[in-house]
């Protein structure tokens, strides 16, 4: 009998290891959007380690490519008009805006830009501060560091890949090359099982799938058209359906959880909506506002 239960303890652990999902299927997912974009600039290091002190399981974010092939943490894969500005402190114009592109630039040339102290216009309480655009690697690193300190857990990653076709090689490298590296990077940093890919470019699902099967994928949602039909356009299931928030009801919970899908819904800003969410029975939710949660 003791045999026969190391037997199966050794069974579930090794299969365990070939599929992690991010987080367990189990686990409420608080996902801190941006890192946490109510409180601070957003995609920036502050803001994903106030994430890390307000509980969340997750930190949810973007990814761009520099010139010199390295991740860059942006929503935008250009300088954001609203939030950055030059060394010289003034503000990016929108005319120069999407001229300022990543993919040409290097790493160290957009850690000159600020994209923290002007604020962000839709978030008036956003702390200011003086900070810049991270490569996945310094931020994935910080936050290792981090959780050493607090002697907790490393969280979760969900990591939007944003293309566009009209985008390939004029704002972002191909589509494969794109996720290349980044599967190239969470395997050098060693976070591959604790890491979602998210996109709402079914290509770029496409490619992650055909490249590596057992990474988990987050498909993006903001249409109003039906599941079966979103659906449609991949020739797998995802492990995650992520639509906008307002699209959800407990229809559209069963038909994930019937399908064998987690469904987490984006952004969750209010706390009343949040209870309601939670009540539908989804997975998980994406938040600008991680000290909302309802404790």
């Known amino acids: 009998m003791k045999k026969t239960i190391i037997l199966a303890l050794i069974i579930c652990t090794t299969a365990c290891q070939r599929h992690k999902p991010a987080p367990s299927s189990t686990l409420f997912d608080w996902q801190g959007h941006r890192g946490a974009r109510g409180l601070l600039p ?6 994903f380690l106030k994430a890390l002190d307000l509980g969340v399981t997750t930190l949810e974010l973007d990814l761009a490519v520099s010139k010199d092939s390295q991740l860059i943490v942006s929503h935008e894969p250009w300088l954001n008009a609203d ?10 114009s929108k005319d120069e805006a999407e001229k300022r592109l990543l993919w040409h630039m290097s790493a160290e040339e957009i850690h000159k830009y ?3 102290s002007r604020g962000n216009p839709r978030f008036p309480s956003q702390q ?8 996945l690697t310094e931020m994935v690193e910080a936050v290792k560091t981090y959780c050493r300190q607090k002697n907790r857990a490393l969280p979760y990653f969900n990591m939007e890949i944003k293309t566009q076709p009209e985008w390939d090689n004029k704002r972002t490298p191909s589509v494969k090359a794109f996720v290349q590296l980044v599967l190239k990077t969470l395997k050098r940093l060693k976070i591959e099982g604790k ?24 498909y993006l949602v903001e249409n109003t058209g039906n599941i079966n039909s979103n659906l449609a356009k991949l020739s797998f299931t995802p492990h995650i359906y992520s639509p906008h928030y307002v699209l959800v009801d407990k229809k559209l ?13 984006w952004t969750v800003n209010e706390v009343e909506d949040m209870k309601k969410l939670v009540a539908l029975g989804v997975d998980g939710l994406i938040t600008d506002y991680p000290n909302r949660i309802p404790r």
């Open 128 to 135: 200011r501060m003086r900070v810049f655009k991270p490569t």
């Open 253 to 265: 919970v069963d038909v994930c959880h019937s399908q064998k899908m987690r469904i987490l819904p």
């Open 83 to 92: 939030i950055c500005q030059n060394a010289d402190n003034t503000p990016v």
């Open 42 to 47: 957003e995609n920036t290091i502050p803001a």
């Open 195 to 218: 890491t979602c890919i998210q996109s709402f470019d079914t290509r770029a699902l496409e490619a992650v799938h055909q490249l590596n099967k057992q990474m988990v994928t987050a």
């Open 114 to 116: 600020d994209c923290g």
